[in-house]
């Protein structure tokens, strides 16, 4: 092998290895939206969903609690990106047209996983200053005009050891729970004309493409080379 070859099959190598390994491929963030398949409104709510694991298992999700309206899969978008509200370094992708829970009264909300999940996001419409506190840690991850208006987050641990998150203006955004969870338990502290929700958690990655499947195939031989070539000098 002489040396030009030698250095072109390295240079496709190492572009193989690093297309392949970026961070900042959009498959590694990608998140799976629970969609919200159906509903039940009143004081003593119920909402149900599925959302995909990032192993491709289902993963059910049950809402209980008091329930304005829900928006059902395809029906009504509520999930207007004004630009960053719903994505960052962390979510490649917002809730789109995958459904909504809306709340509109005090109160205490549980969400329940059928397995424990780790990065649960949890995005919101319109949280104002009602503010919501959880009984996990969270946090976050991006904020921006929505479909009620625009404002911002912030976040603040209580003396009980709960966690709030408060609105100023009319902030639409996401958040991330540190820890994985089977059950997520908050408390809406006011009334309010209504606030939306939906969850998800980093899906299965996509299968590669065509064209990737002939890039990894490519960097495979050249690699082979090499280690050829290494074992014939030995």
């Known amino acids: 092998m002489n040396l030009t070859t030698k250095t072109a099959l ?9 297309t392949l390994g970026s961070p900042g491929s959009a498959s590694a963030a990608e998140v799976s939206w629970t969609q919200w398949t159906s509903a039940v409104a009143g004081t003593n709510g119920r909402a149900f969903g599925q959302m995909v694991a990032d192993d491709g298992s289902s993963i059910s999700v049950s809402y209980s609690g008091q329930l304005a309206f829900w928006d059902a899969p395809g029906s009504n978008s509520f999930w207007q990106d004004g630009g960053g509200t719903y994505t960052s370094a962390a979510v490649d992708n917002g809730p789109g047209d995958s459904g909504m829970v809306a709340l509109s009264r005090l109160g205490t909300r549980t969400l329940t996983f059928s397995q424990s999940v780790g ?18 840690d969270f946090t976050i991850e991006s904020s921006g005009p929505g479909h009620l208006g625009s404002g911002s987050f912030s976040k603040q641990i ?48 996509p299968v590669p493409e065509s064209s990737t499947w002939a890039l990894m195939g490519l960097g495979l031989f050249a690699m082979g080379c090499f280690r050829r070539r290494r074992c014939a000098t030995a």
Request: hydrophobic share 45%.
């Open 10 to 18: 390295s240079a496709i190598a190492a572009a193989v290895l690093g």
């Open 119 to 136: 990065n649960v996001f949890f995005a919101l419409i319109g949280l104002n200053a009602v503010g919501y506190e959880f009984d996990q």
């Open 158 to 205: 209580t003396a009980d050891g709960k966690y709030r998150l408060t609105g100023s203006g009319e902030p639409h955004g996401v958040i991330r729970f540190v820890d994985p969870v089977t059950t997520i338990r908050w408390t809406s502290l006011a009334d309010e004309q209504w606030n939306g929700f939906t969850v998800g958690t980093y899906g299965a990655a």
